[in-house]
């Protein structure tokens, strides 16, 4: 499973420009608009250090943005940018056959597997 998981991903991020698990986050913040680290990181079921790495990479790239929390100045949020919901809506047009495997991955995160 975790060959068939790795080779998706990098077939995923040939055609795409980001990874699976970028993509997750992507379609995660476009759904509820903005979230903190901490809670994508219970929500996807990845180590803190990971989502960190990955929230790096997305914003490097130009796809989300992070400020800081309206009420709790120490709480930071991650926000798409315009650049990452022009990511999200191309990725969804060209390859609405990887939504079924990101689901899927979701799954397969969330379970422990």
């Known amino acids: 499973m975790h060959k068939t998981l790795y080779n998706l991903d ?4 040939k055609d795409n420009g980001i990874t699976l698990n ?3 986050i992507v379609y995660s913040l476009a759904e509820n608009k903005s979230f ?10 990845l180590s803190n250090s990971r989502t960190s790495r990955i929230l790096l990479s997305l914003e490097e790239k130009g796809y989300i943005t992070r400020r800081m ?3 709790d100045k ?3 949020l991650f926000t798409l ?3 990452g919901k022009q990511k ?9 056959r990887y939504i079924k495997y ?4 979701a799954e397969l995160i969330n379970s422990g597997i």
């Open 10 to 13: 990098k077939e995923f991020l």
């Open 22 to 24: 970028e993509s997750i």
């Open 36 to 45: 903190c680290a901490g809670y994508l990181s219970e929500q996807l079921g």
């Open 69 to 71: 929390g309206n009420i």
């Open 74 to 76: 120490r709480q930071v």
């Open 81 to 83: 940018t315009e650049s």
């Open 88 to 96: 999200q809506k191309e990725i969804w047009k060209r390859e609405n």
């Open 102 to 105: 990101i689901t899927l991955l």
